[in-house]
């Protein structure tokens, strides 16, 4: 089945890589499109690499988060917690059932940007949240380069869950599935600069366009 996995992601490789070059453009686009109303995401962006690297890596709250949604995902897909533990630098959640999802969730899920979201979009049920917007925007960035920078690490160490399905194949699915997820996110943060079609049509187009290539490669290889 690992064999299978590997091929299958092997199979993926343009997909993913064109969805990577496809959202770096897109952050440089909003980069250049954005005025000062957005410097606060920009801000919060720089100041958790900072923090990371002049003191420390927060990983105790990355595992918590970690752990958190491995227990939600589990939750969604009708499995049931029979135990959770967060320590400094590790952690653990057993479920009474596993699948691709819950296991390499936390890896494509960022956790606390979407905490934040929810929380900003909640506030409008009560007050008028137009003032806490820098705020929220700030937070955004701070929370989205958090995921970034500890998925990154958390991946480059070595983790159990990239073993179960194959180290290669998560590794493809978790730069896949992030891809998709953090244009959402951006999209929903920034829906005056970053239009949903903008992005998925140019994926689509562009793999389409370099899978007709390289098939019409191995046409002629094969024909030569």
Known sequence: MKVLKTIFAFLMLPLVLISIYELIILFLNFAIQSNMAVAPFWIGVIVYFLFQVIFFKPMRTYVFGHELTHAITGLLSGAQI????????????????????????PYFIPFYSLIIIIAYLALGWFT???????YY???????????????????????????????????????FINCIIISLILILIFPQYIKLNNF????????????????????????S
């Open 82 to 105: 029979k135990k959770i533990k967060v320590l400094k630098n590790s952690g653990s959640v057993t479920l009474t059932k596993d699948s691709i999802l819950i296991s390499l969730a």
């Open 128 to 134: 008028d949240p137009q003032p806490f917007y820098p």
């Open 137 to 175: 925007l700030f937070l955004s960035g701070f929370a989205l380069s958090f995921h970034f920078a500890l998925t990154f690490y958390a991946v480059t160490i070595g983790q159990e869950d990239l073993k179960t399905y194959g180290v290669f194949f998560s590794f493809v699915f978790i730069c």
């Open 200 to 223: 998925f049509n140019a994926v689509v187009i562009n793999t389409f366009l370099t899978y007709k290539y390289i098939l019409m490669k191995i046409s002629h290889l094969f024909n």
